[in-house]
């Protein structure tokens, strides 16, 4: 169950199984469970319900039509603000945490020149974020799909310097991988990252920015109970 407490809930992409197929029935079962939220949902693209269907533009138009701006399907005061070129990518500031939305995707490369555009449009939202809240926030999360492996070097290559310059605490959180890793693997050592367990067996991640400088993100993988 979502923790009572949650002031917003992110779900990180992978609504099902890479190996079911892409029908429209699925798009519209998750959309029901997910409005089932008191707290506003947000929604990050995943491979299983995009790239890797059969049918990419066809499983796209699908997820446009369920999950773009779903936030907007609750009655909320966060200062949400969406990339016009990529309207499912979406920023927000609140607690003095600058909150960055990204279409990054796992996955087969399904159309290379889109990818390329893509990332690039990427690291432009979290660029213009950084300069337009970056002195006024302590920390940045950035919610993804992807793991930060090789066919996203486009990306992280560039965000990992600008996360040098920016200094302050960094969280990389992503899904993908269906398995708890927590931990550094960039050069810039202000990023944290943490890879969510798979969500269908285990509850959602409860996730605290605390403003401390020392431990500035808290984990509760379990809803508060003790771990099994």
């Known amino acids: 169950a979502i923790p009572a407490d949650a002031e917003f809930v992110v779900h990180l992409g992978d ?3 890479g190996s079911t197929p892409c029908d429209e029935a699925v798009y519209k079962k998750v959309f029901g469970m997910l409005r089932q939220s008191k707290a506003p949902v947000f929604i990050i693209p995943g491979d299983n319900e995009w790239n890797d269907c059969t049918d990419p533009d066809q499983a796209w138009r699908l997820w446009e039509r369920y999950f773009m701006r779903f936030d907007r399907r609750w009655q909320h005061a966060l200062p949400v603000i969406r990339q016009w070129e990529h309207e499912e990518n979406f920023s927000f500031v609140t607690g003095g945490v600058l909150f960055v939305g990204l279409n990054i995707v796992g996955g087969r490369v399904h159309d290379a020149a889109e990818w390329k555009r ?3 449009a990427d690291l432009d939202w ?7 809240f970056g002195a006024e926030v302590n920390s ?3 919610l993804g799909h992807a793991r930060p492996v090789q066919n996203h070097s486009d990306f992280f290559d560039p965000f ?3 996360a040098l310059k920016f200094q302050k605490p960094i969280l990389y959180i992503h899904g993908d991988g269906h398995l708890w890793i927590y931990d ?11 890879q969510v367990d ?3 067996i285990a509850p959602p991640l409860k996730v605290t920015v605390t403003g401390d400088k020392t431990t500035p993100f808290q984990f509760d993988r379990r809803n ?3 771990a099994k």
């Open 198 to 200: 798979q969500g269908g």
């Open 118 to 120: 893509r990332h690039a």
């Open 160 to 162: 990992t310097q600008d």
């Open 184 to 194: 550094r693997p960039f050069a810039a050592r202000n990023i944290l990252r943490v």
């Open 140 to 142: 940045l999360v950035i």
């Open 126 to 132: 979290v660029r213009r974020n950084l300069r337009r």
């Open 224 to 226: 508060g109970q003790p």
């Open 15 to 17: 609504i099902k199984t």
